[in-house]
């Protein structure tokens, strides 16, 4: 039984740091690679970031140099840093897995506030 399971939000004020961890089970995950998206209210669902098996990364645009996007594959887990947070960044955030061919995985979601 695969699981994904989120930590690390909350609500925090602009300007703010705050640190997502997602701990995977029932995979092998250091072949998967493993990312972050969000999902606003009344919106789709966006990439935040990724990071392949191999270490390689990506960003969405709104959020390179705030955010970085790492893994610890002893650990099973994957995190996201969020530095200089904005009240656009407020939403539903969602770990997911994929093994590059068909196998794809989500969390439950965190809620991320960041409001004064």
């Known amino acids: 039984q695969v699981q994904l399971v989120e930590s690390g939000g909350g609500l925090v004020q602009p300007g703010g740091s705050l640190r997502l961890s997602c701990r995977a089970s029932g995979i092998i995950f250091s072949i998967y690679t493993m990312g972050w998206y969000r999902q606003a209210p009344g919106k789709q669902r966006d990439m935040v970031a990724v990071i392949t098996n191999g270490g390689n990364t990506n960003y969405a645009d709104s959020v390179k140099g705030r955010f970085t996007i790492s893994r610890d594959n002893a650990k099973n887990t994957v995190y996201l840093q969020m530095n200089s947070l904005k009240p656009e960044d407020t939403a539903v955030y969602y770990c997911?897995?994929?093994?590059?061919?068909?196998?794809?995985?989500w969390g439950q979601g965190t809620q991320v506030t960041v409001s004064s």
């Open positions: 997911n897995a994929f093994d590059n061919v068909a196998a794809d995985y």
